[in-house]
């Protein structure tokens, strides 16, 4: 896509329960499309070892991240597990209006509340083919006991009664095709008539 004929960007929302693999179709799928830009999210937890301020996520204060609230500075936020989690605003309308699409890997109660507060962005829910399959990957993963596992899976039923607010629905069974599903999302976003009025001059 032409840098002429990008104008304004593409909020794009992703979600999914855990076990669904958005993380690692994101992974595969940004790097091969231009003009996109990964959203930092804000966190009042403390980093992990390798983890790096402004690059893994802001890492802020309980203090600072009350008065971002507080200023309306955040698209949106959530309290997990006695942190804060949330998406500054000010980055995000810096490179929509750059013409760069914005990509937020989120929550389910944070993809809804950016919609509430941006119509326009585009809300993307990556799900297996089956729900049992949920329940197979975390409990191949190894690294959770039975109880925690059970809680992901029951978090993921309350999660799928929300699939009807979203736009696209990208299916994760083989990862190659999910991968092409979400460019293809990205991609027809970017061919929008609105978005290329400019071209259509004579």
């Known amino acids: 896509m032409s840098d002429c004929a990008r104008g304004q960007g593409t909020l794009i929302v992703v979600t999914g329960p855990s076990g669904a ?57 959530a309290e997990y597990v006695g942190n804060y989690y949330g998406t500054p605003a000010k980055a995000v309308e810096s490179e929509l209006a750059r013409g760069n699409d914005v990509i937020l890997e989120i929550e389910v109660q944070g993809a809804l509340m950016v919609k ?17 399959m949920l329940q197979e990957r975390l409990h191949n993963r ?18 799928y009664k929300s699939g009807d607010k979203y736009d696209y629905i990208v299916v994760n069974d083989n990862l190659e095709d999910a991968v092409r599903e979400l460019s293809a999302i990205i991609i027809s976003q970017r061919c929008r008539t609105e978005k290329r009025m400019d071209l259509l001059t004579y």
């Open 21 to 77: 693999g958005k993380g690692t179709v994101l992974g595969r799928a940004l790097p091969a499309l231009p003009h996109i830009h990964y959203s930092i999210s804000a966190t009042t937890r403390k980093p992990r070892p390798g983890e790096v301020d402004g690059k893994s996520y802001y890492f802020l204060t309980h203090e600072q991240f009350r008065a971002m609230i507080d200023g309306g500075e955040l698209l949106e936020y």
């Open 142 to 159: 190894g690294s959770e006991p039975d109880d925690v596992i059970a809680q992901r899976v029951e978090k993921a039923r309350q999660e």
């Open 116 to 132: 509430s507060k941006r119509p326009d962005a585009v809300l993307v829910f990556i799900i297996p083919p089956r729900f049992s």
